[in-house]
């Protein structure tokens, strides 16, 4: 059987722009809102809600305040586990902005210089820390400034996060680049397959010849966009789904071993072991441990996946 892929409908191309800055505001529920990534780094606060926020192969939880850095393709998304019937208006703000910019401008400007160390390690995705108060400010001021005086408050935004020691990298896996339109595009549309896909079957060889490409070609295309051969990313993209599963739903690992692509128990343990360091009964345990049992008949994370 011949694999398909889908290119993105245009409508959910939502991303590029045409000027450096970029300032968007999300309420929850969206229909645009989901696990994405994107060329643009993204500055994300969380205004309102709690939940589970995935960076990469990274999963932890969130709550008002949480401040994170995303940097090029890195995929992320932030799941509200306490959303209102009505949903929410606000619950998050975004600062979305490119790199060669400022990467021309440090050439000239030596006081730009510690941001481009900030901006190396935002291609792992940064939490800060203990920032929450000025950074919510800060937000609202660039929010409602304009032309020089938006920049600037946005450059001290960055040395504000350039100079904080409170914080962490997110993934262990480094999202990497293509110089050229068409390679980006050929990336963009097989990582959305994959996302949309991962609980099926998936071949790389399927997937090569949809690209006119040899398997050792498509092999080395992928990690060099992803950091990651094909069958780790996949394998990363089924566990940390189960990992939703395993926190928020009631379903035996047996089964979301089947929910997620893997087609034998034995190996989804092992895989699981390798990645997160501990069995998936084990993660359930200290996922409950840390964050609370779901309830029973709580709805799924990917019914109300947010991002920007």
């Not at 709690?50 to 999963?59: A, H, L, T």
């Not at 895989?271 to 069995?279: E, H, N, Y």
């Amino acid at each position: 059987m011949t694999t398909k892929i889908a290119v993105r409908p245009p409508e959910l191309e939502y991303y590029e722009f045409n000027e450096f800055l970029r300032f968007l505001a999300h309420g929850v529920p969206d229909p645009l809102i989901r696990w994405h990534y994107h060329d643009a780094y993204e500055l994300h606060f969380i205004i309102r809600s709690s939940g589970k926020i995935f960076v990469g192969d990274y999963i932890g939880d969130f709550a008002p305040g949480n401040l994170v850095l995303t940097g090029p393709r890195l995929p992320h998304n932030w799941v509200s586990t306490d959303l209102p019937v009505e949903g929410i208006a606000a619950r998050d703000m975004a600062i979305q902005f490119g790199h060669a910019p400022l990467e021309q401008a440090a050439k000239t400007i030596p006081e730009l210089r510690e941001v481009m160390h900030l901006l190396d390690r935002a291609r792992y995705g940064i939490e800060f820390f203990e920032l929450s108060e000025q950074a919510e400010q800060a937000f609202y001021r660039v929010r409602d400034a304009s032309g020089i005086e938006r920049f600037t408050l946005f450059l001290g935004l960055l040395g504000m996060l350039a100079k904080s020691t409170t914080y962490r990298l997110l993934s262990n896996a480094q999202m990497q680049s293509f110089d050229d339109d068409a390679s980006m595009a050929q990336i963009n549309t097989v990582l959305n397959y994959i996302t949309e896909n991962f609980n099926a079957p998936i071949s790389a060889e399927q997937l090569a010849s949809q690209m006119a490409l040899s398997p050792t070609q498509f092999s080395r295309f992928f990690r060099k966009a992803t950091g990651n051969s094909f069958t780790d990313f996949v394998n990363q993209m089924r566990i940390n789904k189960a990992c939703q599963l395993l926190m928020n739903t009631d379903r035996y690992v047996t089964n979301i071993c089947y929910d997620v692509g893997f087609n034998n128990v034995a190996n989804f343990n092992r895989r699981f072991l390798d990645i997160k360091g501990v069995t998936p009964k084990a993660f359930r345990v200290q996922a409950q441990g840390r964050f609370g049992h779901a309830s029973p008949g709580h709805p799924p994370a990917s019914s109300q996946e947010t991002g920007t």
